[in-house]
């Protein structure tokens, strides 16, 4: 394994033999080979892995920047059963995953901005998009791990891995350790029910509770203070008027 | 029926404040049914109640298509409903085109929209082919679990 080579993949191959594992030099999205693979039947655990995207997917049309060798840019296929309405909380278990994997190789704390980017000193260091389409959730993860610097339109939002552990990583070792926790976090939801990733959320972000920030509400702004998950994992926030809002999407952001 | 003339029907219905309108004309018919749910659009109001957490009634129907119609629901038709509480999105990014649009010929399979629940994108399909006659939601509204999106004339 060399941090500044390609992915080493026989490495990768023996450490997860029995897993159905796709590399590309290059892609548009994982997230589009991986809706193909799951449409063409690939097993749950099945993993697509670029080390470069020319249209990496982030919310709502935005990208994801994914400089060539640099990041860990992938999509794990989920075949959830018996999720029904807690659904949408894999998005939740998938930021705990992300972080606890994090935390364990690069040594620093992390947090989660609800509901699931991750932040290291305040910046945001991986990106998580879930989508969900005929029995399958392609859960698409984008770390930034060694990454020197960044275009100038997001370098003071973002960091990487490398910028705060001080070292470049090898990348291998947490592309498994991402996949195994995601798989991990998503047992848990289905045999442990939503209380444990609703518990385990509310422990390991700051922003669950007591925090003071702003949330765009697709061109419409509140401001509030955090007030807790609610039993669904949508973040109410408390306006100075007293109201309690329920947050189902938006942007969330530290005042 | 032009899309403008769908339009006019839609601008009427809302300053009339009627819940249904029905016009024929030459063999085609366009049926205009508002949603009910005004909370939903309090929903980031100052002072209004919170759709998400004051709206706990029971789903109106099954979030498929459902063979049994629920009251005031047209039979012949095929109703899309949302199967999570969520935000509706008419297309994948804010700069394209909607995945569809009222009169637009959809197959079995075909993504009609996009609900997002906490960055969880689920992509809703039709389940039968058909014409889009009616979308009952705007874009980037909150939506509840169950609540009519569209309503499609199976062919």
Not at chain 1, 97 to 102: D, F, I, N, R
Not at chain 2, 26 to 32: C, K, L, S
Not at chain 2, 44 to 67: C, D, L, N, R
Request: net charge negative; hydrophobic share 45%.
């Amino acid at each position: 394994m060399n941090p500044s080579a390609p992915l080493d993949l026989d490495w990768l191959r023996r450490r997860m033999p029995d897993r159905e594992l796709h590399w590309l030099a290059t892609t548009g999205s994982t997230m589009t080979v991986a809706a193909r693979l799951s449409a063409d039947g690939s097993p749950s655990g099945t993993v697509v892995v670029a080390e470069e995207q020319t249209a990496g997917k982030g919310r709502a049309g935005h990208s994801w920047h994914s400089e060539p060798a640099s990041g860990l840019y992938l999509t794990l296929i989920l075949r959830p059963h018996n999720l029904g309405d807690s659904l949408p909380l894999l998005t939740l278990a998938t930021g705990l995953a992300v972080k606890e994997a994090v935390e364990s190789i690069v040594g620093v704390a992390a947090d989660l901005k609800w509901p699931n980017d991750l932040l290291i000193e305040g910046r945001k260091a991986a990106g998580i998009l879930l989508t969900y389409d005929s029995g399958a959730v392609l859960a698409g993860i984008g770390i930034n791990v060694n990454h020197t610097r960044f275009p100038a339109e997001i370098a003071p939002l973002a960091t990487s891995l490398r910028l705060t552990g001080r070292r470049e990583l090898s990348r291998e070792p947490l592309l498994v350790r991402v996949i195994e926790g995601v798989e991990r976090h998503a047992a848990l939801l289905e045999e442990a029910g939503p209380r444990a990733i609703l518990d385990a959320f509310t422990q390991a972000s700051t922003y669950v509770s007591g925090k003071r920030v702003t949330v765009d509400l697709d061109g419409r702004e509140i401001t509030g203070v955090t007030a807790g998950l609610d039993e669904r994992g949508f973040l109410t926030v408390r306006t100075p008027t007293g109201e309690l809002v329920t947050i189902l999407a938006g942007g969330v952001r530290a005042l | 029926m032009k899309i403008e003339d769908i339009k006019q029907l839609i601008d009427l219905a809302n300053e009339t404040g009627l819940a249904e309108l029905e016009v024929e004309r030459n063999g085609e018919r366009v049926r205009i049914r508002r949603a009910v749910a005004g909370a939903v659009q309090e929903y980031v109001v100052p002072g209004a109640p919170v759709a998400a957490t004051t709206h706990q009634a029971a789903p109106v129907a099954a979030p498929a298509p459902s063979p049994a119609a629920a009251a005031g629901e047209d039979p012949a038709l095929t109703y899309v409903k949302a199967p999570i509480v969520g935000t509706f999105y008419e297309a994948p990014s804010p700069d394209v085109p909607p995945f569809v649009k009222i009169g637009d010929q959809v197959q079995v399979g075909q993504v009609l929209c996009i609900i997002e629940s906490m960055k969880l994108m689920n992509e809703i399909e039709s389940e039968v082919s058909g014409v889009i006659v009616s979308r009952f939601v705007s874009n980037s509204q909150p939506t509840e679990y169950g609540q009519t999106l569209f309503a499609i004339r199976p062919l």
